[in-house]
């Protein structure tokens, strides 16, 4: 097992110096539990990766939104890509500075907009003609200066789950990049905006290399051919979508950050990336307990008190997440389908795990959790979500207050029939 700030001692599972099993007896069951010594770890390794760049690291809050795991990245350095406006309230709540703040997305509102020019944001990555335009009448209603980059859909096809693949012109993001040129002399005509530069992200889960220098030469060559014009073209946002392989907790930052240092050596563009999944997939573990065994003829079933609306990734992706106990036995494997209580099928965490002995009230650990993990939780079935919590500096940190059913129960209105 190589996972940064979890380690066995005498056969016992810890985060850090703290067990889980210590957290369980405080906190209860299931409950996400952080390691910020593996986000301090990620954020180290990925800063010097681009050390010999002039970028700037903006973690994508859609990856985790918690406030506690954003004051820390906040405290390294990050700053934050946004795609509602209520990431803005998070990040700018978390004291990130305004102005390494990038607000994305196809579907920005005029209230969120107008909210993010109030705040005095870097930029606004606009994604479509009608946007553009939305963005023009409220900088000029504002008589404000709108800083705004385009985000170029290079039409490239990467080799990741067609749910988080998003630089083909068969998605919703972004625009052609043969229509960027037009598009950026319109804005630049524009009194009340101020062109930032280019934006691009081609998806998640990627470990090809070559797939990110070709989408970076594309805009690179955008960006030089409207500085040839004449255009200011002083930013240029290269996404994120660095891939994070879940089976051996390995991130390949040096790779990346060469790639990034070879296409663009040599130019004076203010760089940006927009890592999420990369910085904090690797820190979290869902903590979770056994309540019934359950054999079949064809299968053997662990169910535990977690379930897919604690953590859909596998239900959503197909995704493989490393399931282990806390506590170790030496007696032989067998096969188990770990499963929540939700009454659906989909409703799993792995299929086939192998483990040792496995008995009611047993504490497991599902790793790299730490993205797109509590963020993406839901009430479903009328079950609260499981609590957060972050080890720190050999503190056990709180991050939220348990949800209770009557929490729910008090935010609806029963109608007077």
Do not use: W
């Amino acid at each position: 097992m190589n996972f940064k700030g979890f380690n066995y001692k005498n056969n016992n599972l810890f985060c850090e110096h703290v067990s889980l099993e210590d957290i369980s007896f405080e906190f209860g069951t299931p409950i996400y539990v952080y390691s910020g010594a593996s986000i301090e770890d990620a954020y180290s390794q990925l800063s010097s990766s681009i050390s010999d760049t002039n970028t700037e690291i903006n973690f994508a809050l859609k990856a985790n939104s918690t406030l506690g795991i954003l004051s820390l990245l906040s405290k390294l350095g990050a700053g934050a890509d946004i795609v509602s406006g209520g990431e803005l309230v998070k990040a700018l709540h978390v004291k990130i500075n305004p102005q390494k703040i990038v607000f994305s997305g196809v579907g920005k509102t005029t209230e969120e907009i107008k909210l993010a020019i109030k705040n005095g944001i870097k930029q606004i990555n606009a994604e479509s003609y009608s946007e553009i335009e939305n963005i023009i009448s409220i900088a000029n209603e504002l008589n404000t200066k709108v800083p705004v980059a385009i985000r170029v859909n290079p039409n490239i096809s990467v080799k990741t789950h067609e749910k988080i693949a998003t630089g083909s012109n068969d998605t919703k993001f972004g625009m052609p990049i043969e229509e960027t040129a037009n598009i950026y002399k319109r804005l630049s005509s524009e009194k009340n905006i101020k062109t930032m530069g280019l934006a691009i992200h081609i998806g998640s889960q990627i470990f090809d290399m070559n797939e990110f220098k070709l989408a970076y030469l594309n805009i690179l060559s955008v960006a030089n051919s409207l500085r040839q014009e004449g255009f200011k073209v002083p930013n240029l946002d290269l996404g994120g979508g660095l891939g994070v392989d879940y089976k051996i907790a390995k991130i390949n930052f040096f790779d990346y950050g060469k790639t990034i240092s070879d296409v663009f050596k040599g130019y004076d563009y203010s760089l940006s990336i927009e890592p999420g999944r990369s910085l904090v997939a690797n820190s979290g573990i869902l903590l979770t307990k056994v309540i019934y065994l359950k054999k079949t003829k064809s299968k053997n079933f662990i169910i535990v008190d977690g379930a897919m609306n604690d953590f859909i990734r596998p239900t959503l992706y197909n995704a493989h997440h490393n399931v282990e106990p806390v506590n170790l036995s030496k007696s032989g494997l067998e096969k188990f389908d770990i499963v929540g209580p939700i009454c659906e099928t989909g409703d799993y965490f792995a299929k086939d795990a192998l483990l040792s002995n496995p008995t009611e009230g047993q504490l497991l650990a599902i790793f790299s959790t730490g993205a797109y993990g509590s963020v993406m939780s839901s009430m479903y079935n009328s079950r609260v979500p499981a609590n957060e919590i972050l080890v720190h500096n050999g503190k056990v940190h709180k991050l939220k207050e348990q949800e209770r059913i009557e929490d729910q129960i008090n935010k609806e209105i029963l109608p007077k029939f």
